[in-house]
């Protein structure tokens, strides 16, 4: 062999062996690529050349009966900012976001945010609507200033302010319901946000026909409640009025269809604004309509009433001697008013709202029977409104009630109801003696809330069609010239009704407070063929304040705007002439 | 004839062997040179159908996406006038909400003298009876005389 042809021959294994090396590397590499780490390596890549981005799905909307939104979801954005590069403008930029956001922005506290030392992301400003935030962004660009971003988000606002606020609830910083309609129907409420995934080139531009993927986000669907807005926010007005006139704790209106059992507005006074964020605090956010309960003194009377017609044992003319005094139990109970032995007819009792003529008609029946009348007409068991944290009231087994318990419980202390309770039992006489489960909410679901409707359950029967008619006719007294209402009448019309003042429990000891009420007023209208129920409560007013005085203005009020709400006429028909006393 | 056969085959083993000798023993052996085959197919025509489909190809590809890079500007642009206008609108609706809101319709209402009723009273328009006992609503006899924001 030459030795051309051996150098050539070692030239070409050394070539091979560098070959084969160059190779081995590659294939190692790829080896490590494709087959250990072949997930996170293909993550990287798609990291690297793709955007993704949430598309929020916007909370669905609740609308009052004629479909008016009451809360609603418009877009929103959250301010950000970058320290490092604001805490040079600090001061420029505070001072912009001030003047186009207002008051919601503290001067002092955003300029500390845009120099919060060794951060490059701080959050300067949560849910601003969009057209606001997009003005100060605006503003901020057009002097050259730079550092502040935003982020997408929806934002709830309730149009009415304050309207209906304990009703509708309110939403928490996750966007989740906590309190009313807005928790009962969160699910409904809630939309799926969608997102979009799309490739982009390394300046950020996407890639036309590149891979795409977008799942489409799905609102949330509406929810159409019972309420009419106008009255509503009538009710609501005319209800704060009279508790600041009155100088009361607290107030609660609410008005129901009697024929459909439908809530067409519930107020309460104080209470929050949820757009703005006034008024948060606990005793203003509990829906006392619901949560709050308390002992409603006279207005049950109306209830012992039917409980004995029912039975036969009353009508409006059964004459009652009324004693000047009782006592029971060791318990002396008397009237609001000093008088000697009276004799009143059953009416007369209603009308003048006697306990101890109350007293004398109770008697007839026993512990159990009157439990169980009061079992019917739904006290102790939840209202079925379908409302959060809603109270069953406190009602004694009637096995354990002592005589004072049988006495007082007949007009309404004694006994713990929530005023939907009292709603809805009361309701049950103003419909001819079927009780029906009160309603809020009539359907839900859909861009109009009407997707599903809400059944409404079918009344149930509590006492006689006789014995709601006459329990009607003796709270027709109630609102006569002699009764103790004078001012719920409504000229024109025949006004059932029933005054009461009870005497306030001290939640802490458990015991009566000398010279502190609760006193309301319920009623319904027009007595001949009732439509409207409303019932009135304030609490703690001055101390002379009584159910009559007090309360029976603003029924007749509320009342009045109901009916011509609804369009509902008179029927002509002359209120009953009914004698009080024998 | 196969001593002819086998002298040809042996001098075309020599003509292979030694070229220089080709000529003369392949005369000798009854051979000619003749024309290299040439195909009819000219080959410019083909090379220029070829060219113009690629030029065509990547002028156009180079046309659609320029024009869609352009259109995805545009794209943007009208999204974000889109976003832009989609806000207002919002802002707009809320305004509008604001002003027909019941409590500021009961303000303005207040402030020209208005007065809320409440003595419903109606007329039936079929013969003209008037239902409830009308009342004109006097100031101050309402008991709405402020809107509370």
């Known amino acids: 062999m030459s030795e051309g042809k051996v150098k050539s021959r070692r030239r070409l294994r050394v070539c091979l062996a560098v070959v084969i090396g160059v190779f081995g590397v590659f294939g190692i590499r790829l080896f490590q690529i494709q087959g250990l780490d072949a997930s996170a390596y293909a993550a990287m890549a798609v990291e690297a050349g793709t955007a993704k981005s949430t598309v929020p799905a916007p909370r669905g909307a609740i609308l009052d009966r004629n479909g008016v939104e009451l809360a609603s979801s418009v877009d929103g954005l959250t301010l950000t900012a970058d320290p490092k590069m604001t805490a040079a403008v600090a001061p420029q930029i505070a001072r912009i976001l001030r003047q186009k956001l207002g008051s919601r922005i503290d001067y002092f506290d955003m300029i500390d945010k845009l120099r919060t030392p060794d951060s490059r992301f701080v959050y300067l400003v949560r849910d601003v609507p969009a057209w606001t935030a997009n003005k100060a962004l605006k503003a901020i660009s057009d002097a050259k200033l730079t550092g502040v971003f935003s982020e997408k988000e929806t934002l709830r606002t309730y149009p009415g302010g304050k309207l209906a606020a304990n009703l509708l609830g309110y939403i928490n910083g996750a966007g989740k319901g906590v309190a009313g309609v807005e928790q009962k129907y969160d699910k409904t409420l809630t939309g799926t946000d969608g997102s979009s995934t799309y490739e982009v080139s390394p300046t950020g531009q996407r890639i036309p026909m590149a891979d795409s993927t977008v799942t489409e986000m799905v609102p949330g669907g509406s929810v159409k409640t019972t309420i009419d807005r106008d009255l509503q926010w009538y009710a609501d007005q005319r209800l704060a009025d009279a508790v600041r006139e009155s ?3 607290f107030g609660l209106a609410i008005t129901m269809d009697t024929k459909t059992c439908q809530i067409v507005q519930m107020s309460q006074a104080p209470t929050f604004d949820a757009d703005t964020g006034t008024g948060m605090v606990d005793s203003n956010t509990v829906s006392r ?36 005094g009782m006592t029971i139990d060791k ?19 209603i ?14 029946m026993s512990n159990q029977t009157m439990y169980d009348y009061f079992r019917r007409f739904g006290f102790g068991q939840m209202s ?33 109801v929530t005023a939907m309770q009292m709603v809805r039992a009361v309701g049950a006489i ?62 024109g019309y025949r006004v059932a009704g029933k005054t009461g003042t009870a005497w306030r429990v001290d939640p802490a000891t458990g015991r009566y407070i000398r010279g502190q009420n609760t006193v309301s007023f319920m ?10 129920l409303t019932y009135i409560v304030l609490d703690k007013p001055y101390s002379n304040a009584g159910g009559g005085s007090t309360a029976a203005p603003v029924f007749h009020d509320i009342m009045s705007m109901a009916l011509e709400r609804f369009g509902v006429a008179p029927s002509g028909a002359k209120n009953p002439k009914v004698d009080q006393t024998w | 004839m196969s001593g002819q056969i086998a002298s040809a085959a042996a001098s075309f083993q020599r003509m292979a ?15 000619r040179l003749v024309r290299p085959v040439r195909s009819r197919a000219r080959k410019a025509p083909f090379v220029v159908v070829i060219l113009t489909v690629l030029s065509i190809g990547l002028v156009g590809l180079i046309v659609m996406s320029t024009i869609l890079q352009a259109q995805s500007f545009e794209a943007e642009a009208l999204n974000r006038r889109a976003a832009v206008l989609d806000t207002q609108q919002q802002a707009l609706a809320r305004e509008v909400d604001q002003l027909q809101s019941p409590a500021n319709v009961a303000r303005r209402a207040i402030q020209f003298g208005m007065v809320p009723n409440t003595n419903p009273a109606f007329l039936r328009l079929a013969d003209g009876k008037v239902l409830g006992k009308p009342e004109a609503a006097k100031p101050g006899s309402s008991n709405i005389r402020s809107v509370t924001p």
């Open chain 1, 247 to 249: 100088s009361s704790d």
């Open chain 1, 289 to 324: 309509g619901v949560q709050n309960v308390y002992e409603p003194g006279s207005t049950m009377k109306t209830i012992t009433m039917a409980a004995l017609a029912d039975q036969g044992k009353v009508a409006s003319d059964t004459p009652i001697v009324v004693p000047s």
């Open chain 1, 331 to 349: 318990f002396p109970i008397g009237d609001y008013w000093e008088h000697g032995t009276l004799h009143l007819t059953a009416a007369g009792v």
């Open chain 1, 351 to 364: 009308a003048k709202s006697s306990n101890l003529g109350t007293i004398v008609a109770a008697q007839q």
């Open chain 1, 384 to 416: 079925g409104v379908n409302l959060p944290g809603e109270s069953d009231g406190i009602l004694k087994n009637g096995k354990d009630w002592t005589k004072a318990n049988h006495a007082t419980i007949s007009f309404g202390q004694g006994i713990s």
């Open chain 1, 430 to 491: 103003a419909n001819a003696g079927k009780m029906c489960e009160p309603s809020v909410v009539s359907s839900a679901g859909g861009a109009d809330g009407e997707k599903a409707e809400i059944p409404s359950k079918p009344g149930k029967r509590v006492v006689s069609k006789d014995a709601a008619a006459t329990v009607t006719r003796m709270m027709e007294a109630v609102t006569a010239p002699d009764g103790t209402a004078p001012a719920a009448s409504i000229k």
């Open chain 1, 523 to 532: 009623g319904f209208a027009p007595a001949d063929n009732p439509r409207f």
């Open chain 2, 17 to 31: 062997a030694n070229p220089g000798l080709l000529p003369e023993t392949a005369k000798s052996a009854g051979m």
